[in-house]
Nanobody, 119 residues
């Protein structure tokens, strides 16, 4: 069983910055991709950013140039640095970790952290 603990959400004014963290613990054999998704009220959950074990990153177009995803493999932790936040970034942000136990790939989610950007 894997536990994901997220932190760093909150209320920020438009133009501000926040940094999210997600630490994975428990029965982890090998972590593959880590990333962040978000879900705004009335909308579907969408991918924000992912990072592979080799450090390759992927971003949704709306955050490119403003958000940076990174990971610390020694700490099994993924980060999301967010700059130039807008009200459109308001959502619950979920950490996602894909990891192997043997040859089986598991997909785990954090509990979500609220990010609210005020105008």
């Amino acid at each position: 069983q894997v536990q994901l603990v997220e932190s760093g959400g909150g209320l920020v004014q438009a133009g501000g910055s926040l940094r999210l963290s997600c630490a994975a613990s428990g029965s982890i054999f090998r972590i593959a991709t880590m990333g962040w998704y978000r879900q705004a009220p009335g909308k579907q959950r969408e991918l924000v950013a992912t990072i592979t074990s080799g450090g390759s990153t992927n971003y949704v177009d709306s955050v490119k140039g403003r958000f940076t995803v990174s990971r610390d493999n020694a700490k099994n932790t993924v980060y999301l640095q967010m700059h130039s936040l807008t009200t459109e970034d308001t959502a619950v942000y979920y950490c996602n970790v894909k990891h192997y136990s043997g040859y089986k790939l598991y997909d785990d989610w954090g509990q979500g952290t609220q990010v609210t950007v005020s105008s």
